[in-house]
């Protein structure tokens, strides 16, 4: 016993025995990088392979550190999508720019836990930044608070808390002290397009799903002013309104200079749901965007279009001490006028990753004119999958893009009167071309037909990879 402990104590020190799982992690990464081209893109690894390959029980005997990285890396061979290339379309999912990946390894080495400025200096110097440069780049008011969050998700989720606490404040309620049961109600107003995320937030919070009053929009995904105005008569003080900055069909925008002083005239909170779309405020197709900076608060992620590795959302709020009041655990309605915030101040989490580093190290690779260069580019290969495969023999394009994403439907020649046949015929031809390996596509019920999603969010596409992907869905339907 007193052997095998010392053996352990020398171990943790022995810089060799440290070094080679980090060694082994290296290389895997290496060959996993320039693999991509050649890779199938979708996973043809079965998950009952995966269990048998990856579970022999809880393990009682530990193994060597080196062998642990690398019985992971072959246990998990291709068992991954290929995300991090630049043939994924799927959802709406980015890659990892260089920089940013290198740093969520300093992240993992450093191990700061940045809850607050005393665990983590200089992450938390890190954090203060990037959160001003992010404003800075979407021209969100400079006065606003931040939090960086696990995703969009928890994004909406800060904002709405900062939401509930302003309304419910307003209506002399006290809801971080008092909690929901007796509140005043409250109700969120959003369009037919909005995302998921928006109902569990409502589900997290107390508000419920049945306090969610959906809107209609016109043919362009747009909730238009009067369906807004009808909606909010009289109950626009206990409301917050979602609006959408670029939904995952067709990258819609509400018209935000029209609704926003429509529902602040009538007392609403407004949110704005900017998971990918937010990012065009940069200066890339940013028209749509106008007016958006006068909204309460907004949700964006960086794990999207921004290219930093999973995961990382930014919540941005107008009114820092409505954000504080909701995410604090003291009670100090006061912002303080500390160089640099303790973070967990701000978010909903106690200890965290250091998320903001990935981001500030995109930021810096890119500069806004890569950025801009990112999203443009990124909106072009997007216009070009759509209308080139739209325009083979048997298909049509559903939706042609204006900004990364776009819609194509595949039809069946025999019958063409046929509204499900032409559905079964898209998701056939979406499951041949994710089967031959060359990209990955989703598919999507869009205005009551399928269709395949097209999202181009990775910065590795380039116009070879868009070649291979007309070809693979010119393959796939002739087949
Ligand atoms: C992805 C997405 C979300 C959810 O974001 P997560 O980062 O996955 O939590 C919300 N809204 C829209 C429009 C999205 O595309």
Same mark, same amino acid.
């Given at each position: ?13 022995? !810089?060799? =025995? ?22 199938? !893109? ?26 642990? @990285? ?10 991954? /999508? +290929? ?30 836990? #940045? #809850? ?20 800075? &780049? ?17 994004? =909406? ?30 109700? @969120? ?16 919070? +107390? ?17 238009? *002013? %009067? ?21 995952? /069909? ?15 005239? *009538? ?24 007016? $958006? ?13 921004? /290219? ?26 006061? $912002? =303080? ?31 806004? #004119?890569? &950025? ?10 997007? =216009? ?20 990364? %994403? ?49 999202? @181009? ?23």
């Amino acid at each position: 016993m007193k052997q095998q402990e010392m053996k352990y104590a020398d171990s943790c020190y022995m !810089v060799d =025995h440290e070094l080679a799982p980090l060694d082994a992690a290296y290389r895997a990464s290496v060959a996993y990088l320039k693999g991509l081209s050649s890779a199938r !893109v979708q996973s043809d690894v079965s998950l009952e392979t995966l269990f048998a390959a990856l579970d022999g029980g809880v393990p009682e005997a530990g193994l060597d550190a080196a062998r642990v @990285v690398d019985e992971l890396v072959g246990q998990t061979n291709g068992g991954h /999508n +290929g995300s991090t290339g630049g043939r994924f379309f799927g959802w709406v999912i980015g890659g990892g720019l260089p920089s940013a990946l290198a740093a969520d390894w300093l992240v993992s080495t450093w191990d700061q836990n #940045a #809850a607050a400025a005393a665990c983590g200096p200089a992450v938390a110097v890190i954090e203060e930044i990037t959160g001003r440069w992010v404003k800075e &780049l979407l021209r969100l008011p400079m006065g606003a608070s931040f939090a960086f969050t696990t995703g969009c998700q928890m994004a =909406h989720v800060t904002c709405l808390m900062a939401a509930r606490h302003a309304l419910l404040g307003k209506a002399g309620w006290n809801v971080e002290e008092e909690g929901l049961i007796g509140a005043p109600s409250l109700r @969120v107003v959003t369009s037919d397009q909005h995302h998921g995320s928006i109902e569990r937030a409502c589900q997290l919070l +107390g508000i419920g799903r049945k306090a969610i009053k959906v809107m209609a929009t016109n043919a362009r995904g747009q909730v238009e *002013a %009067q369906t807004l105005a009808k909606i909010l008569e009289g109950q626009g003080a206990t409301t917050i309104v979602v609006l959408q900055a670029g939904d995952l /069909n067709i990258g819609a925008f509400d018209r935000f200079r029209e609704l926003i002083p429509i529902a602040r005239e *009538a007392g609403a909170w407004i949110h704005v749901d900017g998971a990918f779309g937010l990012w065009l405020r940069a200066g890339c197709r940013d028209a749509a965007l106008d007016g $958006v900076d006068l909204a309460d608060s907004w949700a964006t992620d960086a794990h999207k279009w921004l /290219n930093v590795p999973y995961d990382c959302g930014i919540a941005v709020i107008a009114d820092p001490a409505a954000h504080r009041a909701a995410t604090a655990t003291t009670a100090s309605y006061l $912002v =303080h006028a500390n160089q640099v915030r303790d973070q967990m101040d701000w978010t909903p989490e106690w200890s965290r990753r250091a998320r903001s580093v990935p981001v500030y190290a995109a930021l810096r690779q890119l500069g806004r #004119a890569g &950025l801009v260069d990112l999203l443009e580019r990124t909106c072009r290969h997007a =216009h070009a999958i759509v209308t080139r495969t739209g325009d083979l023999e048997g298909a049509e394009v559903v939706w042609e893009p204006t900004i990364n %994403q776009g819609l194509v439907r595949f039809l069946d020649e025999t019958s063409p009167q046929c509204q499900e046949a032409h559905d079964r015929r898209t998701d056939q031809v979406i499951a041949a071309i994710n089967a031959s390996g060359e990209a990955l596509f989703t598919g999507t019920t869009w205005r009551g037909r399928r269709a395949m999603r097209v999202s @181009v969010c990775n910065w590795r596409t380039n116009e070879a990879d868009v070649e291979r992907v007309v070809a693979a869905a010119r393959k796939a339907i002739a087949d």
